[in-house]
T-cell receptor, first 112, second 118 residues
Framework: GENVEQHPSTLSVQEGDSAVIKCTYS??????FPWYKQELGKGPQLIID?????GEKKDQRIAVTLNKTAKHFSLHITETQPEDSAVYFC???????????FGKGTSLLVTP | GAVVSQHPSWVICKSGTSVKIECRSL??????MFWYRQFPKQSLMLMAT?????????EQGVEKDKFLINHASLTLSTLTVTSAHPEDSSFYIC??????????????FGPGTRLTVL
């Protein structure tokens, strides 16, 4: 089955700096790669996603890149703010089953 | 749009009792709903996939008689933890997806239910 690896497990940056979280996947059939932000005691919230027919997608301060050949995708957050502090999960899925395979999460701390 | 609710948000029960958790899609019809379990500081683990009107598909290692799932309508799925024990204490999260259109694969998550079994 699909195996999603996520690094780093923890990340601390200063406010205004950029943060990058990287994920790799094993199943070449995966074609949908969402990123979720989870705050303490809450459910995950979709922040951005990318499909296998594009290499990059941007939404204001957040961007995601996908390298299908290398089977890795990354989340980039620019101009970080304290409210960006949360746990971020990457995930991958194929068209057929819809089930998401999650990475282990990255705890991001943005210090003022 | 695409709001998923869960009820209750938290529940405390005695060992041996059963607990039902509801998951509702409020503004769309969910052809498929998923149930996840999350332990503290860990990732989400898929427990089962349920399609409206059919039996749920459970992941390996998840006891179907322990975790009863009913997806009776396109907007409601329930998870019943039967004869709960302290090791069942966890954060249970549901998600919902609809087929077709431009939102295929996209899952919308509920806020989660914190279950504590004493």
């Amino acid at each position: 089955g699909e195996n999603v690896e996520q690094h780093p497990s923890t990340l601390s940056v200063q406010e205004g700096d950029s943060a990058v979280i990287k994920c790799t996947y094993s199943d070449s059939a995966s074609n949908y790669f969402p990123w979720y932000k989870q705050e303490l005691g809450k459910g995950p919230q979709l922040i951005i996603d990318i499909r296998s027919n594009v290499g990059e997608k941007k939404d204001q301060r957040i961007a995601v890149t996908l390298n299908k050949t290398a089977k890795h995708f990354s989340l980039h957050i620019t101009e970080t703010q304290p409210e960006d502090s949360a746990v971020y999960f990457c995930a991958a899925s194929t068209n057929s089953g819809y089930a998401l395979n999650f990475g282990k999460g990255t705890s991001l701390l943005v210090t003022p | 749009g695409a709001v998923v609710s869960q009820h209750p948000s938290w529940v405390i029960c005695k060992s041996g009792t059963s607990v039902k958790i509801e998951c509702r899609s409020l503004d769309f019809q969910a052809t498929t709903m998923f149930w996840y379990r999350q332990f503290p500081k860990q990732s989400l683990m898929l427990m089962a996939t349920s399609n409206e009107g059919s039996k749920a598909t459970y992941e390996q290692g998840v006891e179907k008689d322990k975790f009863l799932i009913n997806h009776a309508s396109l907007t409601l799925s329930t998870l019943t933890v039967t004869s709960a024990h302290p090791e069942d204490s966890s954060f249970y999260i549901c998600s919902a997806t609809s087929s077709g259109g431009t939102s295929y694969n996209e899952q919308f998550f509920g806020p989660g239910t914190r279950l504590t079994v004493l």
